[in-house]
């Protein structure tokens, strides 16, 4: 009976996972539209999105559960380092690799994250990197290798600034995890979310002036996509990874939600006319297998 709830929550936490790395993988896109089509400010975009998102959150939790919204004094430090690190940077990173290289690039360096994690997640959660896990980790690096094209020199070097920040956006996205599990022993995953949110609205606001975020909605077209960035790939994607946490170890949430790319780079072909070389195509192949490997 036990083995049957374990191997339930398994496929619960996997379900959930994919979701949310499908609902993630709209986030380039629109990002870029935002930034080319209405010429927003990359971060003026990350705090606008972070910042809806927190407030409705905020809304929905005060009407349908308030004893969510409460939080212990000794944990607001460790939910503002959260949002630091996991929401804010990573957004800096994120929208900066989007506005600079190809969505489908940017999305794929996103995923060194199940390399970061696994290495965090030994210390810090004493998750062990067995055989199933490293080779879905190799799989996965040499996926992200060939989709950057490290075989071509003049292409890194023109890109190398984007590049940057695309592995910075891994860095910081695999460390989601490792807070979010350690939250979870105390709170539920709309609570995490909703103050690693609004800790992260914080500090993006901070890098922002009235007239930059006045500029984000005297634009009526770009106020709805903004709507849609926070409800669907934000709110959406965030909350069905937080709670897929709760019966997954961090690093295999991390290397399942590497579908993403894939995801990504679909809809960056068919909505921005990027395209991929056939051996990027074969690098996201190979993400999946790395994903394959892990369930099996």
Not at 37 to 49: D, E, K, M, Q, S
Not at 61 to 85: E, Q, T
């Amino acid at each position: 009976m036990k083995d049957t709830s374990r191997l339930k929550g398994h496929w619960a936490g996997t379900i959930a996972v994919l979701l949310a790395a499908s609902l993630f993988a709209t986030s380039g896109t629109i990002i870029k539209h935002l930034i080319q089509g209405y010429g927003l400010p990359p971060l003026t975009v990350a705090a606008v999105r972070m910042t809806l998102a927190a407030l409705i959150l905020f809304a929905v939790l005060g009407v349908l559960d308030r004893k969510s919204l409460r939080i212990r004094a000794r944990d607001v430090p460790f939910f503002l380092l959260f949002g630091l690190i996991c929401v804010a940077l990573f957004q800096t990173c994120w929208v900066y690799a989007v506005s600079l290289i190809d969505v489908g690039v940017a999305t794929v360096l996103n995923y060194t994250a199940p390399a970061w994690a696994a290495l965090f997640a030994w210390p810090l959660l004493g998750e062990r990197i067995d055989q199933r896990k490293g080779m879905a980790l190799l799989l996965t690096a040499a996926g992200v290798a060939l989709i950057v094209r490290i075989f071509d020199a003049q292409f890194l070097s023109l890109n190398r600034v984007g590049l940057l920040w695309g592995l910075g956006s891994g860095v910081t996205y695999g460390l989601y995890g490792i807070f979010g599990r350690r939250a979870l022993g105390r709170y539920s995953f709309w609570t995490i979310i909703t103050y690693a949110f609004a800790a992260g609205a914080l500090f993006l606001l901070a890098t922002q002036s009235a007239s930059s975020i006045g500029s984000a909605f005297s634009q009526p077209g770009a106020v709805a996509w903004l709507v849609i960035l926070a409800l669907v790939p934000t709110l959406g994607g965030y909350a069905l990874y937080t709670f897929s946490l709760r019966f997954l170890e961090a690093t295999v949430a991390a290397i399942l939600a590497t579908v993403e790319p894939v995801m990504a780079a679909l809809w960056a072909a068919i909505f921005l006319g990027e395209s991929l070389t056939w051996l990027q195509i074969i690098g996201g192949g190979l993400v999946l297998a790395g994903v394959i490997a892990l369930q099996r």
